[in-house]
């Protein structure tokens, strides 16, 4: 017999912060570089292509006690009978019994520990006097990408934030954005002086940004070579499947790149198509983020170079994640306990 205790998203968003996110998958990057975390490959199911698929991302964190899976179901006809697209859920489990430790409401977590992956990305590898952001995309997890940056780069005080499907990022969804940001750096404890703008001309954006962060499901490249000046830093988040690409091959090619995860980038990631056109090969990728925050592998090595980091998403990041969010639930007296 075994108990698990089951936590939703309200139960989930009452405890674990912004903040907390870039302290777990920090953690969890350096535990993956010092052999203490693994990613297993990735599982992928269409039921019917391009309407409705499932994926699960598992893994083990020994130095957290854990293994576990995180199960991403997408039916895009949801909407239609008032049901999410999307329904994501973690089980975590202690690896020295096997046990079942918590279910957990993933998307109430899924957002932040994205936006702090790409965050942390800027936190390690862009320039230290960086203050101009470009968020590309300004859809659900822009918000994230927009809050977790702030928090990890404190010198980062302008945001640009387009959508490459539209000739102007709509005011209304920026403003939404403004109000949820301050919503998360308040439940984080944190005060920052920023300004969010929404920005029709990418060219122009990518031109003047210090960090790019792009967070689209763009299988055609948003963000051009051209456009992108020495000293960028570009954290990939978009490119979590098969086919999808926001950079230009030779943007990739031009770049220091680091990845969360070689194998992942170069299968499904930002790195798959640039790597299947030829235009690099897995032996450029410098280093896993992991190495650089472990002290293992250099980041940044000039202020004039572009350096490129790929998170398309692993499952270290939800198990150190979901195991802050169950403690502090635990200790808060909240979630629901089940008998199995
Ligand atoms: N790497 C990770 O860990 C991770 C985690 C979660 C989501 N994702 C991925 O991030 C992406 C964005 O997720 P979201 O929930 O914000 O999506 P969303 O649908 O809420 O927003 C998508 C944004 O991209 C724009 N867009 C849509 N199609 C485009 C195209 N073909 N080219 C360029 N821009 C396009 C939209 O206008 C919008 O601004 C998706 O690809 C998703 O799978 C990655």
Same mark, same amino acid.
């Given at each position: 017999m075994a108990a698990i205790t089951v936590l939703s998203a309200a139960d989930i968003e009452k405890v674990f912060t912004v903040a907390d996110a870039l302290d777990a998958v920090e953690d969890a990057y350096r535990q993956k570089a010092e052999g203490q975390g693994v990613a297993w490959p990735m599982v992928y199911a269409a039921? %019917?292509?391009?309407?409705a698929d499932m994926d699960i991302r598992s893994g083990e964190l020994a130095g957290s006690g854990l293994f576990g899976l995180k199960l991403t179901a997408w039916f895009s006809q949801n909407p239609a009978q008032s049901l999410p697209e999307i329904f994501g859920t973690t089980l975590i489990c202690d690896n020295g019994t096997g046990a079942p430790l918590a279910l957990l409401n993933a998307s109430a977590i899924t957002g932040l520990r994205t936006g702090a992956a790409a965050a942390l990305g800027a936190k390690w590898l862009?320039? +230290? =006097?960086a203050t101009n952001l470009l968020v590309a995309g300004s859809g659900h997890m822009s918000t994230y990408m927009v809050a977790a940056t702030l928090v990890a780069c404190p010198k980062i005080s302008h945001v640009e934030v387009w959508d490459p499907? +539209? %000739? $102007?990022?709509p005011e209304a969804r920026v403003e939404l954005m403004r109000e949820q940001v301050a919503g998360l750096l308040k439940a984080a404890g944190v005060e920052r002086t920023y300004e969010i703008v929404a920005v029709g001309d990418g060219e122009k954006a990518a031109g003047k940004a210090d960090v790019i962060i792009t967070i689209t499901p763009a299988t055609?490249?948003?963000? +051009? &070579?051209?456009?992108v000046r020495p000293g960028t830093h570009i954290s990939c988040v978009?490119? =979590?499947? %098969?086919? +999808? &690409? %926001? !950079?230009?091959s030779g943007l990739a090619a031009s770049a220091r790149l680091y990845v969360d995860d070689r194998a992942q980038s170069v299968s499904s990631g930002e790195l798959e198509v640039p790597t299947k056109e030829g235009? !690099? /090969? *897995? *032996?450029?990728?410098? *280093? $896993?983020?992991g190495e650089v925050i472990a002290g293992k592998a250099a980041g940044?090595? /000039?202020?004039?170079e572009i350096t490129v980091f790929d998170t398309s998403g692993i499952a270290v990041q939800d198990l150190a994640s979901s195991k802050l969010a169950y403690e502090r639930a635990v200790e808060a007296g909240l979630g629901t306990v089940a008998v199995l």
């Open positions: 039921f %019917e292509p391009g309407v862009a320039r +230290k =006097d499907c +539209k %000739e $102007e990022a055609t490249p948003i963000i +051009k &070579q051209a456009w978009g490119a =979590d499947m %098969e086919g +999808k &690409q %926001e !950079i230009e235009a !690099i /090969s *897995a *032996a450029d990728i410098v *280093a $896993e983020l940044r090595t /000039s202020d004039d």
